[in-house]
């Protein structure tokens, strides 16, 4: 209904090529009357049909129209329900296996079901860890901070990491990633025992990072 006035343009048109001009080259008044009154009669037609259509269609096209999307709404949120409930139970269940290899599937599997699911990557993380292939646990913990920015512990967990391979400048950098995100976390810092080479080599700049995390964490 978006053009409901193009058939009364068009008939304008026609009735110019067809006989609007007389025999003598002058306007038939007589009969662009007529043509203006039939005009004006469909234009009359055409209003009150768009607006019986706006009265009664219109209504049970838009709830029609809203009742498909929420159908498919509820369709999606149905799947992502289901996918998340497998994902979960999968890491769940790695939780109990002590084999690296079976645990790091049963996560893999999880992470293809749901890849943002809670926890996933960073349980991948720690299962690649404890094999000891530090680069795919970097990956891991890298990537849930992909889908979860906001999540102290993977930043905790990399700084971690870092300083398991000595790396300090690393280390310190992800500490104070993980502290701007939360900074009550620095009671976890000072309790983890994977931090204490840290905070020998690295004395100064660790209770700095610490001391303005209380100030915040304090305000």
């Not at 860890?129 to 646990?137: E, H, I, M, P, V």
Request: hydrophobic share 45%; with cysteine; glycine share 4%.
């Amino acid at each position: 209904m978006r053009y409901w006035w193009a058939p009364f343009v068009a008939v304008v048109l026609i009735a110019v090529i067809l006989g609007v001009w007389g025999p003598s080259g002058l306007p038939d008044t007589g009969y662009l009357l007529t043509v203006v009154a039939a005009i004006a009669t469909l234009a009359g037609l055409g209003f009150a049909l768009y607006g019986w259509f706006a009265a009664k269609e219109l209504p049970d096209l838009i709830e029609r129209a809203v009742e498909e999307r929420l159908a498919r709404l509820e369709k999606e949120l149905r799947h992502l329900t289901y996918r998340q409930q497998e994902a979960m139970q999968k890491i769940v269940a790695s939780y109990a296996v002590d084999d690296p290899d079976r645990k790091i599937a049963l996560l893999k599997q999880a992470v293809e079901v749901q890849p943002d699911a809670y926890n996933a990557y960073v349980a991948l993380g720690y299962a690649f860890w404890a094999k000891g292939d530090l680069l795919q646990a970097q990956e891991c913990f890298m990537k849930d901070l992909e889908f979860h920015p906001d999540n102290h512990q993977a930043a905790s967990d990399l700084a971690a990491l870092y300083c398991e391979q000595e790396e300090w400048v690393a280390a310190l950098h992800w500490v104070r990633q993980a502290l701007r995100m939360n900074p009550s976390c620095w009671k976890d810092f000072e309790s983890d025992t994977r931090f204490d080479r840290l905070r020998r080599a690295r004395t100064e700049t660790y209770r700095h990072l610490i001391e303005d995390a209380r100030r915040r964490a304090d305000d």
